[in-house]
């Protein structure tokens, strides 16, 4: 067991608690959720901050190209952290998400890999070390010792878990590395947070923050990316493992064709992707190489 | 100083006036932005209570559960970067855990997380001192460091019973400058525009009462010289304390008019009497001895057996004599109470005695008498002034000119006969009007100088009035006598 593990954060236990209780929960409800699911026929997809979820109108406009495409109403049921949008996945009160790979691996009994975004052509993203931009002496993570920190979300890869791993690599304990470490629960506050000088330095995705370079290019260019990790798996969609194989393929014949349509086209422009693959899970190997190295299965 | 109070009304009341105007609006605009100023300070402090209320509740669960980034959102949301600054606008909002660290600040980089509360600055230090103060501080605190451009207000956050740390919101006073300086501005504007309403209406108010007022005092200055002239009417046509002044003012000045013009007919008469006087005791003394020369004369005269020389001499001191007797006897005018009164058959005569003369000068004469059948008053004294006054007027007149005759009942005055006299002769002078009624005072070649005398002591010794003046271009004579018993009261006119 390692340092880390024994040293949790303050919502290790919780999490581990709410895994255990939320199997007996989801065991009580799968019944009453596949009526209402059948019922209704709609489809739920869990939206977490893996992008820049609180872009409202190209949400709407998502949502309604997708209902469109699958002839069948969709509802996107946003979350503000990975924790509640994988509580929802569990008690199968959503049938498919855009999650973090991290969050998958932690899912992966639960729920099957769907669909993996192309960004700039590759499935693939990596997390940013930020600074903010008139600090010029911060040269890699070991300058940040002592410092404060913003983390993204407990259950993101690259702004969490990559670099914790970092600095583990480098020798050090990320328990006790920064002077004080917060969770801003969104990549986009990571930014926000160091740009503002809150923190001294923070994680963020990659995507996001190239994306933000063009959605908001006047809060990125308060930042300074000092360090760029190895290439990890995107994040991707996930669908629950209730969910029929018909409603499955439907799903991922839809991600998948997104690119071949002027309107789908459209949107994974506003969403700067490039379209979607199916994946593999090996994929995300680096990731459970990570989560390994920290005492995580 | 003293030349302040020696200005002029004209100018002092105006000056005064808006001075005490200035001023008022001065002490007045002073007292207003001193209550506006702390008026704004406890809006702030209010504002500031109300904030920090809701913001300590709204980060307490942040403390409890170390969610940093939640309590930056808190503390960060009432700061405005782009709004105009108001004063009520919160500078800064900084929670500090119990261990007087910096839990959050709104504003990271002046105030960055961790850092002790004390390192912060002076401001800083006095803050900590007091919050951690022995119980019974009275909440919010609020404190405003000397020398500090800004203003501190603090309140603890707490969890039911537990102490989480302390709140504290900071104003910048800078901002407060502003908007004081804009409300002196408008302050100031209103005032200028009440000035400028006020100054106009208070000059025009003050020149009116003033232009009087100096005019007053320069009429009073020149009295001891003259008799000014009365105010014209309507200078000031008000019942007030300046009014009163005016009128009384107006009849002081008639009232030294008429008195002036008394002691002038005193004078006048005075010297006259005198003059009767003297002139009475030495046609007296010379009448006398007259007598006895002229009786010698007529006896001599009677003798039958004188040189013929003598008697030519005789002759010619007989002349002298009677020509003596004549000027004695004009200079001793004796009235004596006579029967008969005035009738018209008296005016006719004289109108016929004097045609002779009138028509050698060929002068157009007018006649106007009001005449009653008879009238009492002693008929042979008023032809003689009738007489003496036509004559000289005849005289006075030019060649072809025109002379008048009123005479009548005195207008006002039954008892009182009033004759008026008109030529249109040279204007009489100054020096000629004074001595006019003394003997030998006339100016006209040819003329011995008493018929005015004589007809000036025949109206004084019947108690009537003589007066001559220039009129419209005519020299006016007006004598009044009375009638009977009753006197003419009237003055000369």
Redesign the interface.
Known sequence: MSKDFVNPL?NRNRRRWLIDSSCLAAAGLIGLTRKSQAAASKIRIGMTPAFLHDQHSLLGEWRAFMAASLRRPVEFVQRDSYRETMDLLRLEKLEFAWICDYPFLHLKDSVRLLAVPLYQGRPHYRSYLIVRKDDTRTRSMTDLAGS?F?YADPYSNTGYLSPRYEIRQAGRDPANFF??T????SHR?VVE?VA???AQGGAVDSYIWDTLAHVEPALSARTRVVWRSPEYGFPPFVAHRSVTNADFHQMQRHLLDTSRSDAGRRLLGLLYLDGFTTGTPALYDGVARMMRAFGET | MRWLFNLSFRHKIPLWTSFLIGVSIFVVGAALMTRAYDDMKHAVVISADNLAHTLANTVAPTLLHDDVWRAFEIVRSPIRTESARTPVQVDAVVVLARDNRVFVSSHPEALPMLSEAATLGADWLLLRAQLNAPAGTRWPLVLEPDDSSYLYLALPITDKDAQLGHLVLRYAKSVFHPWFVDTIWQGLGIGLLVLAVLIPINWYWGSRMATPLVDLAQRMGLMLRTVPDPLPPDLYPYDDELGQLFQAYDRMVLALRDKAALENEMVKSERLAAIGQLTAGIAHEINNPLAGLITVVDTLKLRGDLDPRVVRNLELIDRGLMQIRDTVAALLVQTRVQARHLNQHDLDDIHTLIQPQVGKRRIRLGWSAAMPAELPAPASLVRQILINLLLNAVQAAAEGGHVSLWLGRKEGSESCLSIVVRNDGAHLSEDQLVHLFEPFASTRAGGHGLGLWVTYQIVTQLEGRIAARNDDGEVEFTVNLPLGETSCNTASA
């Open positions: 303050p404060v913003a002077g004080k917060f969770f801003t629960w506050k947070a503002s000088g809150l």
